[in-house]
């Protein structure tokens, strides 16, 4: 398999496949590694491996929609916070805990930590009863991380519900001494600027838009090499690479999305690589932001 170099060694066996089997793999969720997310990962495993302490340091995740905070927060779990059984006590520790908050409610905070144990509760249960079971799960599976997703929703609601949402993390970090990471978008910047608390303890780590640069050019590198085609697609050249980062919008899910409907077109059409052609083909894909359309005609 000498004539498919373009492709990583892992998926050379790929290209040999059926049309339909290959588009099925390009249609599977995969990472792709790049260092803005490498780096980011590190940073979480440099949060969790702090020692404890009354005030510990915790972090903002923030990026627009569809840029890859999703997919760093699932690498990080995967390499650093596989849940692990501990067969001489029985018990099941958690060294990261993922939960997605959709308002600033305090026992929705609880119910959600104690939905990602599977334990039992009722909804009508006070918030200290809540809490108290939330607290004894996490100290006995020995959760040494909470991560929060889509952070931002914490602007909804009243300023009070707001400010007592915030006083219960703080609370949760301090009891349990654990950090705290925010995942959202830029607004979740502005779920702690009136607690300057929060501020100083909720250090920021932003993922940009995509530029044309050394990064962008080996992100390109990075996918082509996982795309089972025949052919090689150079879409590092300066031609296709420009066009992709604008119709993708410099957004990493569009940019993805973008190139596994011109990779799936480059196998049914036969060219068996994406050209300037197939990519114009899709200029209609608009970015997150907008609208999405399927093209009918």
């Given at each position: ?5 373009h ?18 793999f ?10 803005i997310?490498?780096?980011a ?11 404890k ?19 760093v ?8 916070g596989?849940?692990?059984v ?7 520790k ?20 104690l ?26 599976c020995e959760v ?15 300023a ?6 915030l006083?219960?993390?703080k ?26 608390q929060?501020q ?44 992709i ?11 993805h999305e973008l ?6 077109e480059?196998i ?30």
């Open positions: 398999m000498d004539e498919f170099k492709v990583d060694k892992k998926y050379r066996q790929i290209v040999l496949l059926p049309n339909k089997e290959r588009v099925s390009i249609n599977q969720k995969r990472w792709i590694s790049y260092p997310a490498i780096k990962i590190q940073e979480l495993k440099n949060l969790m491996d702090q020692p302490q009354q005030r510990m340091r915790s972090a903002l995740l923030i990026g627009e929609s569809n840029n890859g905070k999703s997919s927060i699932e690498k990080f779990c995967e390499v650093y596989q849940p692990i501990d067969e001489e006590d029985e018990i099941l958690k060294p990261v805990l993922v939960t997605e908050v959709s308002a600033p409610k305090v026992k929705d905070i609880y119910i959600s930590i939905e990602e144990f599977w334990a039992p509760f009722k909804t009508t249960q006070t918030e200290s009863e809540l809490r108290k079971q939330a607290f004894d799960l996490m100290r006995v040494k991380m909470l991560i929060l997703d889509e952070f931002h929703t914490l602007l909804a609601g009243t009070k519900q707001r400010q007592n949402a006083a219960e993390l609370m949760i970090s301090n009891k349990i001494k654990i950090p705290i990471v925010g995942a959202g978008t830029k607004d979740a910047l502005s779920v702690i600027q009136n607690d300057p929060l100083s303890r909720f250090w920021v780590m932003k993922l940009p838009k995509w530029e044309r640069n050394k990064d962008f050019v080996q992100l390109l590198s990075s996918f082509e090499k996982a795309l089972p085609l025949k052919q090689k697609s150079n879409l590092t050249s300066k031609e296709l690479g420009e066009r980062l604008e119709i993708s919008d410099g957004n990493l899910g569009n940019l190139l596994k409907v011109c990779a799936i480059a049914h059409s036969g060219k068996e690589k994406i050209d300037i052609d197939i990519v114009e083909a899709f200029s209609w894909f608009t970015p997150t932001k907008g609208q999405r359309e399927i093209k009918l005609t």
